[in-house]
């Protein structure tokens, strides 16, 4: 039906007639007798003169013939692709008439979301969102091809199964041919993964669709896409190679640039120079120690385990309530208070004073401490908490990212492996250790002995053969060395409290394979769609989503979650229950 794609065209089409095909954007009159009319496809739009007495309104479906000509002297659109040019004189077919659209579509004024989803059709035809969709198709075919140069199988694993052991709540199918039992959905397809191991497959992959029943977020959907891989009788370094190649390929094919190798950070230095667990390298602002200008202080506020602040550069006209403000996330976050000290130029050995409510407890030499560490400037503004010192690195981390990230779509594409991850994250109320990543992770071999301990303390100090992916502040993934040994995996299933009858039941058929001679094993998985958001320069995941659900995880295009007929019911053996609130 067509020869050219509307937004395709340029000044070395002058001359040719040409068909395309796509939606009316838009109509403006022309004089009396003729109409522009923009016409508009996956590719962009494309002006065409036609006959004014046409009725062609706002989304008609047609096809326009003409030939490509200049647009007059002055009329050019620089701010357009096509914009030298335009066709006319032209024929015009209509193809399909339409409704006027609840939304005007080229520009993404402010529309409710859940309009833009419940016309999702409609919302795709936008060319940010049609430049997504490209962006995204970019990504997967870029991932296929990094992993099958490597050596990696794709195998598909199966989306009805029993539960596996992420850690967020499934979502469950009832068996209509077993009433009263359930599938699991795949919250990943980790444990297939590693009975591929066992079966030989040495390097698989797959892009899979994973489900978690989690509260939704900005980089948060129920079903969401992994590079999922596993292979067989290599190191961590050799994993995090192969993920780096697959995203770099991935960067690359999107940008246009291929990112610069990936550095590599322990948990530990992350936790004390960033706060967190997925730093935001983008920017500096880093946790500065002050511990020890403090060892002596009068001041009792800082008499503590740990004291650390931060610079913000130039941040030092920031008014009281402002102040205030972050005084009161600051506590909400879990600190004890938040002292707050202007930068100001002074009659001092440094130099600066510090203008600030508690600056008179503190000695010269103590306030000249924090001038130094932090190598504050006059205009400057110094951020201080002390308490023990995970809550001040959490608590100054998050102030960090508050009062310096900078927008998504700046600094470039910050890659950073994360690396040694403690084994446990937490002790829970009956003392039993929490993992930080799923019971297959293997612990640090030098940290073997620790795990013999009664001591929380030692046990909280494990390091684990766990890395996670991060970009720009967001985690992408997460992966593991797997313990392969059965001895290892009974003493991890015992401290985490699950009995071995519970892990026959829940793993056994992992357990039993692994007796049939299971090879040293690891593997990694990430997100896709985050890291497709942040290629394409998105906040939010479901930009990158033909499809997403809303943040209450609904979807307002099929109405789904939605009742079951009682015929359906029935046969699986339910009864819906009135909601207790
Ligand atoms: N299955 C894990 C996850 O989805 C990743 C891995 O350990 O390979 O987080």
Same mark, same amino acid.
């Given at each position: 039906?067509?020869?050219?794609?509307?937004?395709?065209?340029?000044?070395?089409?002058?001359?040719?007639?040409?068909?395309?095909?796509?939606?009316?954007?838009?109509?403006?009159?022309?004089?009396?007798?003729?109409?522009?009319?923009?016409?508009?496809?996956?590719?962009?739009?494309?002006?065409?003169?036609?006959?004014?007495?046409?009725?062609?309104?706002?989304?008609?479906?047609?096809?326009?013939?003409?030939?490509?000509?200049?647009?007059?002297?002055?009329?050019?659109?620089?701010?357009?692709?096509?914009?030298?040019?335009?066709?006319?004189?032209?024929?015009?077919?209509?193809?399909?008439?339409?409704?006027?659209?609840?939304?005007?579509?080229?520009?993404?004024?402010?529309?409710?979301?859940?309009?833009?989803?419940?016309?999702?059709?409609?919302?795709?035809?936008?060319?940010?969102?049609?430049?997504?969709?490209?962006?995204?198709?970019?990504?997967?075919?870029?991932?296929?091809?990094?992993?099958?140069?490597?050596?990696?199988?794709?195998?598909?694993?199966?989306?009805?199964?029993?539960?596996?052991?992420?850690?967020?709540?499934?979502?469950?199918?009832?068996?209509?041919?077993?009433?009263?039992?359930?599938?699991?959905?795949?919250?990943?397809?980790?444990?297939?993964?590693?009975?591929?191991?066992?079966?030989?497959?040495?390097?698989?992959?797959?892009?899979?669709?994973?489900?978690?029943?989690?509260?939704?977020?900005?980089?948060?959907?129920?079903?969401?896409?992994?590079?999922?891989?596993?292979?067989?009788?290599?190191?961590?370094?050799?994993?995090?190679?192969?993920?780096?190649?697959?995203?770099?390929?991935?960067?690359?094919?999107?940008?246009?640039?291929?990112?610069?190798?990936?550095?590599?950070?322990?948990?530990?230095?992350?936790?004390?120079?960033?706060?967190?667990?997925?730093?935001?390298?983008?920017?500096?602002?880093?946790?500065?120690?002050?511990?020890? #200008?403090?060892?002596?202080?009068?001041?009792?506020?800082?008499?503590?385990?740990?004291?650390?602040?931060?610079?913000?550069?130039?941040?030092?006209?920031?008014?009281?309530?402002?102040?205030?403000?972050?005084?009161?996330?600051?506590?909400?976050?879990?600190?004890?208070?938040?002292?707050?000290?202007?930068?100001?130029?002074?009659?001092?050995?440094?130099?600066?004073?510090?203008?600030?409510?508690?600056?008179?407890?503190?000695?010269?030499?103590?306030?000249?401490?924090?001038?130094?560490?932090?190598?504050?400037?006059?205009?400057?503004?110094?951020?201080?908490?002390?308490?023990?010192?995970?809550?001040?690195?959490?608590?100054?981390?998050?102030?960090?990212?508050?009062?310096?990230?900078?927008?998504?779509?700046?600094?470039?594409?910050?890659?950073?492996?994360?690396?040694?991850?403690?084994?446990?994250?937490?002790?829970?109320?009956?003392?039993?250790?929490?993992?930080?990543?799923?019971?297959?992770?293997?612990?640090?071999?030098?940290?073997?002995?620790?795990?013999?301990?009664?001591?929380?303390?030692?046990?909280?100090?494990?390091?684990?053969?766990?890395?996670?992916?991060?970009?720009?502040?967001?985690?992408?993934?997460?992966?593991?060395?797997?313990?392969?040994?059965?001895?290892?995996?009974?003493?991890?299933?015992?401290?985490?409290?699950?009995?071995?009858?519970?892990?026959?039941?829940?793993?056994?058929?992992?357990?039993?394979?692994?007796?049939?001679?299971?090879?040293?094993?690891?593997?990694?998985?990430?997100?896709?769609?985050?890291?497709?958001?942040?290629?394409?320069?998105?906040?939010?995941?479901?930009? #990158?989503?033909?499809?997403?659900?809303?943040?209450?995880?609904?979807?307002?295009?099929?109405?789904?979650?939605?009742?079951?007929?009682?015929?359906?019911?029935?046969?699986?053996?339910?009864?819906?229950?009135?909601?207790?609130?």
């Amino acid at each position: 039906m067509r020869t050219d794609y509307c937004g395709d065209l340029r000044a070395a089409d002058i001359g040719r007639l040409v068909a395309v095909c796509g939606w009316v954007a838009r109509r403006r009159e022309h004089g009396e007798h003729l109409a522009f009319i923009d016409v508009r496809d996956r590719s962009g739009l494309v002006q065409c003169v036609v006959d004014g007495a046409h009725d062609l309104r706002s989304e008609y479906v047609v096809r326009v013939t003409g030939a490509v000509r200049q647009r007059p002297e002055g009329t050019a659109n620089p701010g357009l692709p096509t914009g030298e040019i335009e066709l006319g004189p032209c024929e015009v077919e209509i193809l399909s008439v339409a409704e006027p659209p609840p939304f005007q579509i080229d520009e993404r004024v402010e529309v409710d979301e859940t309009i833009r989803l419940r016309y999702r059709y409609l919302d795709l035809r936008a060319e940010r969102m049609q430049r997504n969709l490209r962006v995204r198709a970019t990504v997967n075919s870029a991932l296929r091809r990094a992993m099958e140069a490597q050596g990696f199988t794709e195998v598909e694993t199966p989306m009805l199964i029993a539960s596996t052991p992420e850690g967020a709540r499934d979502f469950v199918v009832p068996s209509r041919l077993s009433p009263g039992s359930f599938y699991a959905l795949p919250q990943s397809p980790q444990l297939f993964k590693q009975l591929c191991m066992v079966g030989g497959v040495d390097r698989y992959y797959q892009i899979a669709r994973c489900l978690r029943d989690e509260d939704l977020r900005a980089d948060r959907q129920f079903e969401f896409m992994q590079l999922d891989a596993e292979a067989s009788f290599v190191t961590q370094a050799e994993v995090l190679a192969f993920i780096s190649e697959a995203v770099a390929e991935a960067a690359e094919a999107v940008t246009g640039e291929r990112p610069a190798e990936v550095p590599v950070m322990t948990w530990r230095e992350a936790q004390e120079r960033f706060g967190s667990d997925k730093p935001d390298v983008r920017f500096a602002m880093e946790l500065t120690e002050l511990t020890d #200008v403090f060892a002596q202080t009068g001041f009792n506020a800082f008499k503590a385990e740990c004291v650390k602040g931060i610079r913000v550069p130039g941040a030092g006209d920031l008014g009281r309530n402002k102040l205030d403000s972050l005084t009161d996330q600051a506590k909400r976050w879990g600190a004890k208070g938040l002292v707050w000290m202007r930068v100001e130029p002074g009659d001092t050995a440094t130099g600066l004073a510090l203008n600030s409510p508690v600056a008179k407890f503190l000695s010269d030499e103590e306030q000249a401490g924090i001038v130094v560490a932090l190598g504050a400037e006059a205009g400057d503004l110094a951020l201080i908490v002390a308490d023990e010192r995970p809550p001040v690195n959490h608590v100054l981390g998050l102030l960090r990212l508050e009062l310096g990230r900078p927008p998504v779509n700046q600094g470039g594409f910050n890659f950073l492996w994360v690396v040694d991850f403690p084994l446990f994250e937490s002790i829970d109320e009956q003392g039993r250790p929490i993992s930080a990543h799923h019971p297959f992770t293997m612990p640090h071999v030098e940290d073997w002995a620790l795990l013999d301990s009664t001591d929380p303390q030692d046990l909280l100090a494990i390091r684990s053969q766990a890395y996670d992916l991060v970009l720009n502040g967001w985690e992408l993934g997460s992966g593991s060395v797997r313990i392969h040994r059965s001895d290892i995996q009974s003493r991890i299933f015992g401290l985490l409290g699950i009995s071995p009858a519970e892990a026959q039941a829940k793993f056994g058929f992992l357990l039993d394979a692994f007796r049939y001679g299971a090879p040293p094993h690891a593997g990694f998985a990430f997100g896709i769609d985050r890291l497709a958001a942040l290629l394409a320069g998105e906040e939010n995941i479901r930009e #990158v989503i033909a499809f997403p659900k809303t943040q209450s995880g609904a979807d307002p295009l099929t109405s789904a979650p939605s009742p079951l007929d009682p015929t359906q019911l029935a046969e699986l053996g339910l009864r819906v229950l009135p909601r207790t609130t």
